[in-house]
């Protein structure tokens, strides 16, 4: 008689349904603010980069931007004159732009596009990184917006992660501790997730609001 462990398990392998990201990051983060929320403002965006931003990303901007999420991570909006997402977005592209790659003395495994079988490194462009989110703690969130395979980056100092995943999955393990941006590199705290109205005059003070308790 075959032993119990010996038999076919492939007969018995019951497929776990895909997690709704987007329906997670929300539970967790509390109801959607939408202060800001503007088609048209998207429109002029799009536009203007010649991308289209991904729909979570633009779902979680409109619902809470401009803000910081869990003390360190801030999401700017493409409608708000400060803090605004297309100005964040051009500024970072020209910091980056200027950095000379090809004069710098990297190892393999700090070179992205060694690392990301990138032919080059193009900030900005429809098949380069658009930096779409940062930290106080240094790290750029980069979507690379190549159509036949789009994918998160991220970087800090000189340690890059990569992430074959939608932005509403990265923040979503971003807020539950797992080590989004590099080894040993979580930021998870306990209880519900903070979140922070970015100040939109210079006498403003937002206080922060908290989500729902999610049992951690």
């Not at 008689?1 to 392998?13: I, K, L, V």
């Not at 509390?30 to 965006?45: I, V």
């Not at 003390?71 to 732009?97: D, F």
Request: net charge negative.
């Amino acid at each position: 008689m075959a032993r119990p462990d010996a038999m076919d398990r492939t007969a018995y392998t019951v497929e776990e349904p895909m997690t709704d990201y987007l329906a997670a990051v929300m539970a967790m983060l509390g109801p959607a603010q939408n202060r800001y929320a503007d088609p048209a403002a998207w429109d002029r965006l799009h536009a203007e980069l010649g991308i289209q931003l991904p729909t979570d990303y633009r779902a979680l901007v409109d619902a809470f931007a401009p803000t910081q999420i869990n003390g360190h991570l801030y999401l700017a909006h493409p409608a708000t004159e400060r803090w605004n997402l297309g100005q964040n977005i051009r500024n970072k592209i020209t910091a980056w732009s200027k950095v000379p790659w090809d004069d710098l003395d990297l190892d393999a495994d700090e070179d992205p596009r060694q690392l990301f079988g990138l032919d080059e490194l193009r900030f900005g462009t429809r098949n380069g990184l658009w930096p779409i989110a940062g930290t106080d703690r240094g790290e750029t969130i980069f979507l690379l917006a190549a159509p036949d395979a789009p994918r998160l980056l991220v970087n800090y100092d000189e340690t890059w992660a990569e992430h074959h995943m939608s932005f509403a999955e990265w923040i979503y393990r971003y807020l539950i501790g797992e080590d989004m941006s590099g080894p040993n590199r979580a930021a998870f705290y306990p209880g519900p997730v903070q979140l922070q109205r970015l100040p939109m005059s210079s006498d403003e003070r937002p206080e922060p609001w908290y989500g729902p308790d999610r049992g951690m």
